[in-house]
Nanobody, 113 residues
Framework: QVQLVESGGGLVQAGGSLRLSCAASATMFSTMGWYRQAPGKQRELVATITDDSTRNYADSVKGRFTISRESAKSTVYLQMNSLKPEDTAVYYC?????????WGQGTQVTVSS
């Protein structure tokens, strides 16, 4: 079973930045990405990146968040700039390869106004 290790969450003021990291125990992936879930809301996509580095972003984070990957590793990063209070949520990393997927345990991001 693929294990994901996330890090980088925390408390930041509005307008600040955070960087999330996610390392998968697998050597390859087809897609990795970040999702988030705020209290009382459904989990939603934030950003994904494929093995050929094609990126996809939610409209709400375009221009503020950047997803990247470490070459030849199943490690992805989410650079979050210009954070807003509405970005507050638990952020989950997801790994996918063919029909298999795995989720991280989640990391809390809190943005104060």
């Amino acid at each position: 079973q693929v294990q994901l290790v996330e890090s980088g969450g925390g408390l930041v003021q509005a307008g600040g930045s955070l960087r999330l990291s996610c390392a998968a125990s697998a050597t390859m992936f087809s897609t990795m990405g970040w999702y988030r879930q705020a209290p009382g809301k459904q989990r939603e996509l934030v950003a994904t990146i494929t093995d050929d580095s094609t990126r996809n972003y939610a409209d709400s984070v375009k221009g503020r968040f950047t997803i990247s990957r470490e070459s030849a590793k199943s490690t992805v990063y989410l650079q979050m700039n210009s954070l807003k209070p509405e970005d507050t949520a638990v952020y989950y990393c997801k790994w996918r390869m063919a029909w298999r997927d795995a989720w991280g345990q989640g990391t809390q991001v809190t943005v104060s106004s």
